[in-house]
């Protein structure tokens, strides 16, 4: 049977290893992103081109999303899965980082999804089916310099799908986040910093972390499953036992590692 999946920040890193990942599996796939040259440059190196649509959009713009749901329903009419993986990191300590900045990580890390999510709802269930997984990060888990407001739209993002897996507990609509540790990808060149400008730095921890082609395999297999939550991380997975066992001596390791 035919199957659609939707996948954001398709354009490059796991968003763009997702994208070959359903595509070579035989989906079909939608990729959202905000650059059409990159999504054209990922859609090129799957196995079945055709089958991948593209769904340019920027998707922090809260107010286009009923539009781009709407446009999104008439490809396929309907998608089973959404992967809701666009996000985008930060570099900055509270105290100087702008509030504006703030708002923007929040708007595409957690008020985004949460959006698309209130909208494709009726729509799945209608259709009595579809699967919602979001991206999330093992940052969500515990509080980390220079990362509060990542960290903290990771966070509200996990409970937020907890608490809509709970109201779906019935429902066919089946709802999933993943937790992924160090990811080799770009994510650090396009993170904020305090005043909202790009890092463009190569995240130190990102070079050494999983492939994106390998965790893509890994959450594919996972969405099969009917579990909610699944972490993947490297040797820095070590940090979550850590912090529940002996947050003074993860914070010890941590300050020692980043000292300023
Ligand atoms: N890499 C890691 O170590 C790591 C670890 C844990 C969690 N994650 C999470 O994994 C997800 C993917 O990250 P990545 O590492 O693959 O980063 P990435 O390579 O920087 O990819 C981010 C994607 O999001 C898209 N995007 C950014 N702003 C957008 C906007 N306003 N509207 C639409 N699309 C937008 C980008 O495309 P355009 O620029 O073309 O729009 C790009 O395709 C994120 O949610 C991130 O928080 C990453």
Redesign the pocket.
């Known amino acids: 049977m035919k199957q659609v999946v939707w996948i954001?920040?398709?354009?490059?890193?796991?968003?763009?290893a997702l994208v070959r990942q359903y595509c070579n599996s035989g989906h079909y796939v939608i990729a959202?992103?905000?650059?059409k040259q990159?999504?054209e440059k990922v859609i090129s190196s799957c196995s079945k081109p055709k089958n991948v649509t593209i769904l340019i959009?920027?998707?922090?713009k809260l107010d286009e999303l009923p539009q781009l749901i709407s446009n999104l329903w008439e490809i396929h009419q309907g998608i089973d899965t959404v992967i809701l993986?666009?996000?985008?990191?930060q570099w900055g300590n509270v105290r100087d980082t702008k509030i504006e900045v703030e708002n923007k990580i929040f708007n595409?890390?957690f008020w985004s999804p949460i959006q698309t999510i209130k909208l494709l709802l009726p729509k799945m269930q209608k259709k009595g089916f579809g699967r919602i997984i979001c991206?999330?990060?093992?940052?969500s888990q515990f509080g980390q310099r220079n990362l509060a407001a990542y960290s903290a739209s990771?966070s509200a993002l996990k409970i937020y799908m907890e608490s809509l897996k709970e109201e779906l507990y019935n429902s066919p609509i089946k709802v999933q986040i993943i937790?992924?540790?160090?990811?080799k990808?770009?994510?650090m060149s396009?993170a904020l910093t305090s005043n909202g400008e790009k890092l463009n730095k190569i995240?130190r921890a990102?070079e050494k972390?999983m492939s994106?082609e390998k965790l893509a395999k890994k959450i594919y297999r996972f969405s099969k499953t009917r579990r909610f939550h699944k972490i993947y991380t490297g040797i820095e997975g070590l940090a979550l036992p850590l912090h529940r066992l002996s947050p003074k001596i993860l914070y010890f390791l941590l300050r020692r590692r980043y000292a300023d």
């Open positions: 954001t920040g398709a354009s490059s890193g796991i968003g763009a959202t992103a905000r650059s990159r999504l959009a920027d998707l922090e993986n666009a996000g985008i990191a595409l890390n991206i999330g990060s093992i940052a990771k937790s992924p540790g160090n990811i990808t770009k994510i396009s995240g990102q972390g994106p």
